[in-house]
């Protein structure tokens, strides 16, 4: 059964930074989709971050480009979420998604959407104070 375990959430000050970890059990990360997600209170899920775990092609959601980073490490089945220049608008709780890629406009990517994931961890709250 496949597990997903975040951690690394914290309060920090506006422009600090965080590293969150998401470590995976009960299966083997190749060609697997590795996701981080946010969702603050009242508002939808959104995508933060995807890699994809074989090829280790990234995609970020327009708000953190430049200041996230998604890495892994599959020796230990983990993905790290690296946040820089944080802001007060960044606070949620970020969850880690995992998945098979999806088929779109002809091939096989990762997914970008919530549904397109179908692990989840428990999430890991991030706030950032002003």
């Known amino acids: 059964q496949v597990q997903l375990v975040e951690s690394g959430g914290a309060s920090v000050q506006a422009g600090g930074s965080l590293r969150l970890s998401c470590a995976a059990s009960?299966?083997?990360?190749?060609?697997?989709?590795r996701a981080w997600f946010r969702q603050a209170p009242g508002k939808e899920r959104e995508g933060v971050a995807i890699i994809h775990s074989g090829g280790g092609s990234t995609y970020y959601a327009d708000p953190v480009k430049g200041r996230f980073t998604i890495s892994q490490d599959n020796a230990k089945n983990t993905v790290y979420l690296e946040m820089n220049s944080l802001k007060p608008e960044d606070t949620a709780m970020y969850y880690c998604?995992?998945?098979?890629?999806?088929?779109?406009?002809?091939?096989?990517?990762?997914?970008?959407?919530?549904?397109?994931?179908?692990?989840w961890g428990q999430g890991t709250q991030v706030t950032v104070s002003s």
């Open positions: 009960g299966y083997t990360p190749s060609r697997k989709c």
């Open positions: 998604a995992a998945d098979w890629p999806v088929p779109r406009l002809g091939r096989m990517i990762c997914g970008v959407k919530p549904a397109d994931f179908g692990y």
